[in-house]
């Protein structure tokens, strides 16, 4: 179920030809219009160079980390550890969303992105506390400064960062929040983090409360979710672009609160297994599905400049893990866990049908692609100059 999203990128090439044509036609495009392309074009500084401010911010942060010992300066450097990371994740999707203008090729990159993604949640929490019990806290944060200077070095020797113009007009975050189809889909990837957002603060406790679980069980429960949202990245990457990215999406929302209300009941560590591993999947089923669908959906209803749709989704995406950590709590206290995993859930219950509008999106100009189909009159010139020449 493809939805006939191969020929995205055939769609914008044949739009920049209209354009051109327009113009060629006229003799010189309105003022207006040269406004706009030229506005858009200083707008844009490519995603190469905020990338690489990203790593920047990162391995500063990272040091402070290493010899930060009082609470401002720990504070300090979380925050600006997630301004860099915003910078390196919506400048990664959008330079994948670029390089990548076949739907089904982006959607296998994404997936790989995401991945690791995973791979970093899956082995910071270990890595971190064997390196503290044993080393201590400042040589687990002078290894990952290392790690991400050769991440750095990478990026000077492959990507190059540089200023980089875009060629189109990049939509203006007003318009883009005022498209539903943009809204549904960074929706859904709150709903989808939000419940594991909750998990995280609120399940060591209850754990402790009702299992009388030992430390060493509290970090290792969420190892299962990690390892099956690596997989289910990895997985629905292409296999979401084959069954339709709305149904992997939805189904994975009910999994989500099916998972959500079967954490109540368990009574052992092991009956954590299979709800977290299950819970893991389907969010990595959502946000492999619904992040390379935030970039067809500025590819068919907008223009092909991905920066401001993918610090949506990064915006989204965190949402989901402010709100479940700031609201658990009070939750917890004033509703129970039980009850407060089975509100979640039905929140997930209720979002999923609205999945099945993503189904079939329209364009903005299916009007114009309308007449191209059937040979009506239209202000297109490529196609009849093309005509003309074979001829």
Not at 4 to 19: A, C, P, Q
Not at 58 to 82: C, E, K
Not at 148 to 154: F, K, M, V
């Amino acid at each position: 179920m493809e939805d006939g999203r191969e020929g995205s990128g055939g769609d914008r090439r044949e739009r920049k030809e209209e354009d051109k044509d327009k113009g060629e036609d006229t003799g010189r495009g309105t003022d207006d219009n040269v406004g706009r392309n030229e506005e858009g074009k200083m707008e844009g500084i490519g995603y190469s160079l905020p990338m690489f401010a990203g790593f920047v911010i990162m391995f500063i942060s990272t040091l402070i980390f290493a010899f930060g010992s009082s609470y401002l300066v720990l504070f300090i450097a979380r925050a600006v550890q997630g301004i860099g990371s915003s910078c390196s994740s919506v400048s990664g999707m959008g330079m994948l969303a670029e390089r990548y203008p076949d739907d089904k090729e982006r959607g296998n990159a994404m997936g790989i992105a995401l991945g690791g993604l995973a791979l970093g949640v899956l082995i910071g929490p270990p890595f971190g506390g064997v390196m503290f019990q044993f080393v201590g806290k400042t040589a687990p944060f002078l290894i990952l400064a290392v790690l991400a200077l050769g991440d750095g070095l990478l990026q000077l020797l492959v990507l190059q960062p540089a200023v980089s113009k875009t060629e189109e007009d990049a939509p203006t975050l007003f318009d883009l929040l005022s498209d539903p189809y943009i809204v549904i889909s960074a929706g859904a990837i709150t709903f989808a983090n939000m419940g594991i957002g909750m998990l995280e603060p609120s399940l060591p406790l209850w754990m402790m409360d009702t299992m009388d679980a030992p430390e060493w069980q509290l970090g290792i429960a969420f190892i299962p979710a990690s390892i099956s949202y690596l997989i289910g990245t990895n997985l629905f990457g292409p296999l979401g672009h084959l069954m339709g990215r709305w149904l992997a999406s939805l189904i994975g929302l009910f999994i989500i609160g099916i998972c959500l209300m079967s954490i109540p009941s368990a009574t052992t560590i092991n009956h954590l297994i299979a709800p977290n591993a299950g819970l893991g999947f389907a969010i990595g089923m959502v946000d492999s599905s619904m992040m390379p669908e935030l970039g067809y959906l500025v590819d068919l209803r907008h223009s092909a400049v991905y920066g401001s749709v993918y610090s949506i989704g990064d915006v989204a995406f965190c949402l989901g893990f402010a709100i479940g950590p700031a609201l658990s709590g009070s939750l917890v206290q004033k509703f129970g866990f039980k009850w407060m995993l089975y509100g979640v859930a039905f929140i997930n219950f209720l979002y999923a049908p609205f999945m099945y509008c993503l189904k079939s999106p329209p364009a903005k100009d299916h009007g114009e692609r309308q007449g191209l189909i059937y040979g009506e009159k239209s202000s297109v010139r490529y196609v009849t100059y093309k005509n003309e020449d074979e001829e």
